[in-house]
């Protein structure tokens, strides 16, 4: 039974994942930029949920807020620094990025402090299957969240004016600009659906999980990891191996013990690209 | 000619006089060597090869733990040693200490090259970004790893041996100074020579354009691994003595330090100029002087300066002093430039 616990437990995880890596594919997509700093985006959105909980309003509303002031922080962050690199070579972005992300984590750590916190929700837990298996509703609710979210996202990416202008730049930005999109304005508003993205992620991480300011660059590469596995632009990809990613986790968790979790994380990581990089070897290519 | 062998003769003497001019900064200076050692480095692998790598921090950090392990390991047992007070119950004597370190810092030069040399024809297949992203994860993934490894320490860390009891009170930080001094001039030579050899037009051409060098008839993986392993070397090297010299690994916050010494690394480099010799020996120096004063003065806000210098160097300065300089003075980098086609562009601007 606790396989069963594990793969149910690694499932809502990684929907959870899922939603992260969808921003992160978003933005990789259309302005062709790594951002190493999406885990930190996703730990500030999880501190506003902590932040309304620790003033007494019921977290879940940090699924509506901080979405909303995050949008915000994405926009700035583009114009600060991201719109200088986006012609640049991908290497600028990923240190510049890197730059942003330990920036993050120190402030956060001087706003937040160094603890590891959670916001209570108070959702009780759900028994199944004889109580063998335990899921706590707070689990179940972020899934349902993110789902939600991941839909409504695609809609608005497929009727919206300003999905299709997205999606227009992420073909072809010279062909857009040619025909009166604003990429400029475009690439502001996708870095900001991204950051508003990890803001329900990090608010929903708050609520079933913890938060800390160093945790961050774990989710970056997590969200890396199913990007490169999915493709850009391949949603149920981005679906499919953010459940797989999670499941992988829990396992990796209960067999190897807890502090190899975040370890084999990363190695999952480097595994995934030497294998990549062997299949494509034989035609000769390399991943691009 | 004459004016180099000045120039180096000058930093030569100031180095070796350097720990009794300012004997109150020797650890400092030995920082500073070892610095501008994993800057030259990095430079021979993101600058010269073009392969931007974060991941040079697994061979520091595994160079550390080599280091001590082998220290400690020849003489007592490893596993008593580490866990707990073990450096109270056993004590090196000088000339087990000085033949631990020794043997220990060979190790830790070479078996980081060994399994640069190892994984190289599976991580060097990855290009740009890949690779960049790759070896984070490969330097991360070490210190999470190693973090759980109960023989050197897991999550308490490992004190390295304590210098042993002679006479003289400074000679810890003379010891350690001249020890990585000497590593630090060793290494200048060796990628000095280097760069003055095909290897170093090889790798340049990898970083240009790394199909048309296949195309050449360069076996364009054979080079990368060896340069890997290059960097690997030294790095190993730099690691052991850091070890020695801060006196506790630990596995996230000394030897696998991504936040910090992985990205110190690539920032040195690019802030002195990346593919030049002296770019990242100068890049290193203002770095540390730079470091040092904020991580005085401005006590809890470092990261925050250093996440805008990162940001700030990344955006506006990519090219770096050497190659400002460069742009500035053709000359003196030994381009010929027309007098009148240069006149010609200043009148256009």
Redesign the interface.
Known sequence: MLTLQAVLDGLLLGVLFALIAYGMALQWGVMNI?NIAQGDLVILGGYIAYFMYLYGIHPAWGVIVSPIIMYFVGVIIYKL?IN??VDRD???S???T??????????MN?AFGADVVLANSGYGTTMLFDNSVTLPNSKIFSAFISIVFAIGLVIYMKKSKLGRAIRATAQNARAAKILGVDTEKVYAATFGINAALCGVAGALISITFTIHPYMG?PYT?RS?MIV?VAGLGNLPGVAMSGMGLGVFEEFADYIL?T??R???V??L??LI??YR??KL?RKRE??? | MNKNIILYGAILIFGIAAPFIFPAFKVQLSILCILIILAITWNVQGGEMGYNTFGNILFYGLGMYLCASVQVGMFFPLGEWTEGGGEKTFVHTPAQFFQGFAVGLAVAAVVPAIIAGLIGYSILGLRGHYFAICTLGLGVAAGEISGGIEIIGAGQGFTTPPFPNVDRLEARGEFFYFCSFIVLVFTFLAVKAIYSTRFKLVLNAIRDNEDKAEAMGIQTMKYKIIGWMISAFFCGLAGGIMGGLVGYIDSTDVAFDGREMGVFMVLMAILGGKGTLWGPVIGATLFHIFKEGFWTFFLGWQYVALGVLIVVIVIYFPEGIMGWLREKYPERFGEVVDEADRKAQVTLK
């Open positions: 790594i620094v200088k690199v991908l290497f600028i990923i240190l510049a890197f730059g942003i992300s330990i920036l993050f984590m120190q402030l001087f660059l590469i890396f490169i013990g502090e190899f975040i370890g084999s990363f190695l990581l480097v690209l030497v990089r062997f070897s390399y991943l691009k």
